[in-house]
DNA sequence: TTGACGCATGCCGATATGGGCATACACTGG
DNA sequence: CCAGTGTATGCCCATATCGGCATGCGTCAA
């Protein structure tokens, strides 16, 4: 057991710039795996890849026309992330607020600067 | 020159699912190394390992208190990743609704079924 | 000063992953 | 049925990454 997740969720499969890249073509509509490896810079079989591990996160989804495939954009399965994404900021923003006020309160009235200071 | 993307960017620290669940510690506000530790089932170095990879990314910041270290979320660093995926969202659902509604059309006028079924 | 606590790091091994290349498959046109 | 185009796959290598363990460093208590 060494390295731990992998491909298998939507985080993951976003992680890698080539597939947001591919979305992104995607973003203007459906395209066929041709034309994808036409616009980016990547090997027709580095496309063929990436789409199914797009596809098997189901953030993509396969039409057949002839001998081409065309891909589009399963926009639902972005959700997820969207959600977490905005439970996460909520969450931040409503506790911190709290607590800055809070951290403002006790710093004029009782023992101030203890805490020091923020780096990064 | 294999694998390429690394933990660099966002959207590859959010990939791992270890860090994510950090995150969902820390939404519930600040919290110390080992008060991670202690929430989920990691040991601490790996812990340790993983909010510097959320520092790099400056999706965290951290505060010296005594010998104690206190993360914080640091959610103006999320932006961008919303950002993209509100883009991509929007994108996909406008052009694709366009696109769904001619594809009624001469779906009903000109030659049917041509394009074949939809998998996946 | 010494010892303990809290966290960060370095090192090592195991492994999944991305990329390249060649090839198998599917479908269409002759 | 055969050739050609468009994709998908398998195989191999190089490498970044994750996890475990031990240790280094800074801070606080006695």
Redesign the pocket.
């Known amino acids: ?8 969720d939507i985080f ?1 499969a976003l ?5 947001r890249q591919i979305l992104d073509v995607l973003a203007a509509g459906e395209a ?4 994808i ?1 036409a616009e980016l810079e ?12 797009l596809r098997d996160v189901d953030v993509v989804h ?1 039409r ?1 026309d ?6 589009r954009v399963h926009a639902p399965a972005l959700r997820p992330l969207q959600t977490w994404l905005a439970r996460l900021t909520d969450a931040v923003n409503q506790h911190y607020d709290r607590l800055d006020e809070y951290l403002a309160d006790t710093q004029s009235s009782a023992r101030a600067g203890h805490t020091t200071h923020e780096e990064n």
């Open positions: 057991m060494a390295r731990a997740a992998t491909t298998t993951n992680g890698e710039t080539s597939r066929t795996v041709g034309a490896v990547l090997s027709q079989p580095q496309v063929s890849k990436h789409l199914k591990v396969a057949h002839g001998r081409h495939r065309v891909y």
